[in-house]
């Protein structure tokens, strides 16, 4: 399934404020009665803030530059005192020197040599010092810019979002426009657990359940036999966590076939990519579900299979996936009901560090669309249940 998302207008930037040194306080308000304006502690200062202005400059100078420049944002006091030139030195590309030589000649008819440029992953490295120092905003590298972050963003409330060019172009996975997962919701995930809770969003934004979905497949009555339409209820429920700095995304699909379709629906094998959503089965190599699921899907419809589980994993996505096949009755009683065939699909992704949407352990897994095949065969060389282990215990492969 493509999504075309309608252009819409990026969202303003916000106006700066003039810096403010720490012994300035806002005038105490005159308290008439403690039981309505209840009083509350002094606000609590860090005793670097007391230091002189000359003491901060000279401790800055005995900083590496990453750090000085970390360090001048920490604070907007200190930023005051030591200025814009040890960040402005960190981001900005070294000088380039040219230094003519004596025995050349005609110099005034030769052009100086183009300023230098920092490499592309490295500035976009050094830009992560301002990114966590504003934390109401986040790099965009495919507009290279920053973004409002969208406080009530997130992948179930991706419409309310401000629409990007970008969210596209990043990639993302989806079930439907119900649960859109976009790139910079990996990264403000990643961001809030590296820089603490107000940097990016909770993980708990990832969790979602569709509830019972009702859905029309074709169900076989017999094996080999002829075919019919039926309904069929299907459940998502997805949750996420970050472990080791990576984000691990765990989506478990329920199919449930009525026992009056007439038998196992060996043929759901075949038609599984129009059974199963993007986020559980898809990939960005093909219009295909994950390499060996169908295969697996077949070996647990088998009788002598019912209930167990063999974890495999995709060769062209990290992913990891398992699928369990049950059957019981609709009622409490037994008898000689017809039973319903559940089938169970479940598929842990490691979506990656969330730091570049180029990497190819994010793209890999995102919405094809019309975009060309094959572009990511064989790039992903893992153990099976390696994923899968990573989720449970937060440990790392």
């Given at each position: ?27 105490t308000?005159?308290i ?13 200062k ?22 000085a ?18 960040l402005?030195?960190?981001?900005s590309?070294p ?22 440029t ?19 905003h ?6 290279d ?17 401000a629409?990007r ?11 439907g ?61 997805t ?40 986020i ?6 093909s ?14 419809l ?17 992913t990891?996936?398992s699928i ?5 009755s609709?009622?409490a009683?037994?008898?000689s ?10 598929a ?6 969330g ?9 890999a897994?995102g919405?094809?669309?019309n ?6 065969a064989?790039s ?18």
């Open positions: 399934m493509k999504f075309r998302r309608s252009r819409g207008k990026r969202s303003s930037q916000p106006t700066a404020t003039s810096p403010t040194t720490p012994y300035e306080q806002a005038p308000p005159l008439t009665s403690p039981q309505i304006f209840p009083t509350s502690p002094p606000p609590q860090a005793p670097i803030l007391s230091l002189p202005l000359e003491l901060l400059q000279q401790i800055s100078t005995h900083l590496s530059p990453a750090t420049a970390s360090f001048s944002l920490s604070t907007r006091y200190i930023y005051y005192a030591i200025g814009t030139q040890p402005q030195a960190h981001i590309p000088p380039n020197s040219f230094t003519p030589k004596p025995e050349d000649h005609n110099l005034h008819y030769r052009s100086p040599p183009p300023p230098t920092l490499p592309r992953i490295e500035r976009r490295k050094r830009l992560e010092i301002l990114e966590r120092a504003f934390p109401s986040w790099y965009c590298a495919w507009c810019t920053f973004h409002a972050r969208e406080l009530a963003g997130g992948p179930t409330r991706f419409r309310k979002e629409k060019d970008c969210a596209e172009f990043n990639s993302y996975l989806h079930d426009w119900d649960y859109v997962l976009c790139f910079h919701h990996v990264r403000l995930a990643v961001n809030r657990h590296l820089w603490g809770e107000g940097n990016g969003i909770d993980v708990s934004a990832f969790t979602y359940n569709s509830g019972g979905v009702e859905r029309k497949i074709k169900v076989a009555k017999t094996h080999g036999g002829a075919h019919h339409t039926d309904w069929v209820t299907t459940q998502l429920k949750r996420a966590r970050v472990v080791d700095g990576r984000l691990i995304l765990y989506a478990s699909y329920r199919v449930s076939v009525p026992g009056d379709s007439g038998g196992l629906p060996f043929h759901l094998g075949k038609c599984i990519g129009s059974v199963l959503p993007q559980v089965a898809g990939h960005r190599y219009h295909e579900p994950h390499t060996g699921i169908v295969r697996a899907l077949e070996m647990a088998l009788p002598h299979m019912e209930h167990r589980e063999v974890t495999k994993t995709c060769s062209v996505c990290a990891d996936f369990v096949v049950s059957h019981h609709p009622t009683s037994s008898g009901e017809p039973t319903n065939t559940i089938v169970q699909f479940f842990w992704r490691d979506l990656g560090d730091r570049s949407p180029f990497d190819t352990s994010w793209r897994h919405e094809l669309g975009g060309n095949e094959g572009v990511y064989g992903i060389q893992m153990q099976d249940g390696s994923i899968r282990r990573r989720f449970r215990d937060g440990l790392k492969a």
